[in-house]
Structures are given as structure tokens and as C-alpha cells.
């Protein structure tokens, strides 16, 4: 969930690309967002859970964002565990963001992701096929963000799970850019 998160995060905030049609018109909005990321986990977890043969990972990860607001995402899992490490797999994750006001204050997003590790990985992720999620946020005036959210994952033992979130959250930008200066 909290990868889930982190390239959403990275998705509504990266900063809109712009091409010049010609000089005497307006600059158009490209269709198509692309964001690529590279995470280092020492340790991963599964809301707050980790198995006793949990390894360090490698979370290359893509996601293709488009200006309605749909979005597909895809991780890979590298095992970084010395001499047994290797590929353990990917996810890919469909799905939809929005938002109730033109300025974004208030929306949410839902997605499904499906997984697709190996049976013998170290993972905690591999005993998963799928997971379907969704989250509500309100963030006023761009003071503080409130997020609701909700998971609920199938196992493949038939055990599925349900994780509940809330979080609180201020984004704070480094550099502000974008012609209303709102991105960064």
C-alpha cells in the first residue's frame, strides 16, 4: 500500500509537461504522464508485518498517468539477499484518480493491482494475487492532506486480508514550478 502511495504521490505531483504548438498559440497539456522510480527497501514489510525471511529489495517501478486520470503502474521485485539474490517477479497496477473540485482538494483513487512473484520468493508480497484498493482524500486549501484508505488483498491460501489507513500529510516543495507555480 505504501508503494501504492509513494507513486501516486509521485504521480499527481510531478510537474506537467508542456509543448508548443506554435509561437502564436497557447502551450497544449501533453496527454500522457511518465514517471519512473527506483526504491531501496533494507527491510519489506506488509502493513507493518514482516516474515522472519524478509530480504533488502529493489523496487524498479514505471507509471504511465494520463491527463483523464487514468494511470498503469509497474514494479519489479529484485531480491538483493548476497548470493541467492535474482528476480523474484512484478505487479501491475490499473487505475483510475479524480477529484470532486477543479482545484483538487477533495478526491480519491481506486486501482486493482495483480502480482506476479515467484512461488518460492522470500517476499512477504508473494503470498498475494491481487489487491484491490481505494482511498478518499480531503486537503482544504492545500493546508494539510487527510487520506482514508482501504485495502483488501487475496491471498493465495484462500486467507485474504483487509488493512484499513489513515494519514495526515503536508507537502512541502523544494522548488516550485509549473505556470501556476502549484507543482514541484
Avoid at 19 to 24: F, M, N, R, S, V
Avoid at 143 to 151: E, M, P, Q, R
Amino acid at each position: 500500500m505504501k508503494k501504492l502511495k509513494l507513486i501516486l504521490l509521485l504521480a499527481l505531483t510531478s510537474p506537467a509537461v508542456y509543448a508548443q504548438q506554435k509561437p502564436d498559440t497557447a502551450a497544449k497539456t501533453k496527454e500522457l504522464f511518465v514517471n519512473a522510480g527506483l526504491q531501496y527497501l533494507s527491510n519489506l514489510t506488509y502493513a507493518g508485518r514482516r516474515d522472519e525471511s524478509s530480504v533488502p529489495v529493489l523496487l524498479p517501478s514505471v507509471t504511465l498517468v494520463s491527463k483523464q486520470g487514468f494511470f498503469v503502474s509497474a514494479i519489479g521485485y529484485f531480491d538483493l539477499n548476497g548470493s541467492k539474490s535474482g528476480t523474484e517477479g512484478l505487479s501491475v497496477t490499473p487505475g483510475y484518480v479524480f477529484a470532486f473540485d477543479a482545484k483538487r482538494y477533495y478526491g480519491g483513487n481506486v486501482s486493482a493491482t495483480k502480482y506476479f512473484i515467484t512461488k518460492s520468493s522470500p517476499i512477504i508480497l508473494s503470498s498475494f494475487n491481487a489487491t484491490l484498493d481505494g482511498q478518499l482524500y480531503a486537503n482544504p486549501d492545500d493546508i494539510v492532506k487527510f487520506t482514508a484508505g482501504i485495502s483488501y488483498r487475496f491471498n493465495k491460501n484462500n486467507s485474504n486480508d483487509v488493512v484499513n489507513t489513515a494519514e495526515l500529510s503536508k507537502e512541502i516543495f523544494a522548488l516550485k514550478t509549473g505556470v501556476d507555480k502549484k507543482a514541484g
